[in-house]
């Protein structure tokens, strides 16, 4: 199981979500994948869940919430994409892990979980009260249609197809302030240069160790991402970046 | 077992606690509640274990440290009350808990730790080295008085009389800027106002979804605590809230 | 298993780690122990090291990866020093390690680590892609040289021969604000004066509770190292300490 959220790891989200995790599915080992997704921000996270998701191999369930609706009338669903498993909002943030699946000719469906009559739903923490239950109940093998709470979601409900397929922003911004565009870089030529909003142009290295200390770069981070990056140095705070910065190919 | 602490969760103090649990409670499970427990405040602190120890089930053990006092007279105990165990610094930690669980006429006791002869004990961390072992030996079922390294309190030891049974003020900011008060929602009226030091009220609102971006409401949150938020934003900056400011009901 | 790092908790950099151990070697159990090591620094890193490996029982595998030249020519390594084993960069990070073992006459031995020939290397990110399976190999009983992956270091390689034995500067700012030295407590006279960059000039208490609220002092922290605290404070605002600020002992 792995944990994609906006939650934080201090305060009592992730902690009480792990404590229903435990509870019934104690078998099932647990992965803080990213706390800090993009806050609020279902669309910027769309584009690093599905950089990171691939990373785990098929089979793999992604307790993944980053919900600002929460109360309101968004779907909560399962998703079936690539192979994995994906529990959260129907609120676009596996819009671009089911596109991309789609696209690889992959089998991709999502259904409705329904609320268990017996457990109790707060109003503002659906990550522990339904998401959790149901992402606990797939990694224990009751994957829908069998887990009889789930409906099939309509063809094309909850899509965003209005998104790009590649985001020219900055999604992510990391511990050491390297700053992750939604862009792949395996779509990139080599000698693309990224235009930051202050106008400051960058080129293409490998690694930070390519460049002299202080100088900014792009480059293929770990996960197959364009990222901004400054050797040994903040890029978010050199260049200016945050997450929604937008960046342009020149 | 749950972990509710002002330790933080980068350096080496939750490690260590957990590095002793692992070793002498390999089998139990420990779960991050809270690392961030309002800092050397165990007033703050009380109001906000006992609304979220509740969610866990009976038997839970709960290592809870705010401790400002380390090294100092105050007592290390282990308590029982509401059917949990509580270990850690009787500093008025556990005042609240203790209260509602009489108030409820369960029982509730404690006792005072003694140190282990043959184990080092350092001036400045008995998180680790005195409430992680004690905790470690409730979890695994040696709980007072047969583990015999423990003595019972004096009725009334410690206990913080004068404090409230519902406090006022604000007792945590979670990671989205959301304020926790120290008010159980379940005792206040559905018209009740909030008045914030900076003289804003706010009425009260099921959830987030309910209001409109950028509004400012109160609610029950998941724990039961009245909780001062900002739909889509961030209420202490918005309000100027942090831990300890006053917050009237008018 | 025990992690050493400056990846930071809530991105993606730890939790990739943990899922290779997890798959690697899901017997062996984590422990964070810092995930906020000096940014950047091994040099003020190998002090922290050296000074919260010895707490943790001879066998313990430590992941340490402080690593800015990651995908440039410093030396993966498997260091085998006080009879604990250290898997990481050769950027000075083992340093002090190695040479306090060594001044105790403990064998110190080390080895490069190989690249696996199906496994696929980032250029960025050498913890998830070469230390962290190094580590699982060594912690499932593989250690070198029977694990054939592995070649012996040349004598003297890597080392850092410049550095001293104790580092009178802060190497580490916790959570609660205090500043951590590089140096050894039971190395220093009880009367020992520690002067600041500021001008302030701190005498030695055993802890918090023994001066009074708002006072700076130094002292023996639960590690063993000298650190600069103020009971009730901060003591990094209220001196202005930060990692690499020098320390005077006068």
Redesign the interface.
Known sequence: M?LFT???????????V??VL?SAA?SV?V??????AP??NPRSAAYLLAA?AL??PAGTVLLSVVD??????RAPVIVEADGRWYVGPENGLFEIVMRRAEAAGMAVRSWEIERQPDAPL????HG??LFAPAAARVALGATPPAAAVQEPRPPGAGRRTDWPDDLPEIV?V???GNAMTGLRAAALAAEAVFETPGGCRLTRA?????VPPGAAFW?????GLAEIAVN?GRADAALGLAVGSPVRIV
């Open positions: 792995v906006d939650f934080g790891l201090l305060g009592p989200y992730t902690g009480q792990k404590a435990q104690p080992p992965i803080d994948l990213f706390a800090d806050m609020r990171y990373w785990f600002p609706g929460v109360g309101g009338d707060s109003a503002s923490f522990r009260d992510y990391d511990h050491y490998r690694t930070f160790s390519d480059y293929e981070n770990s996960n040994d």
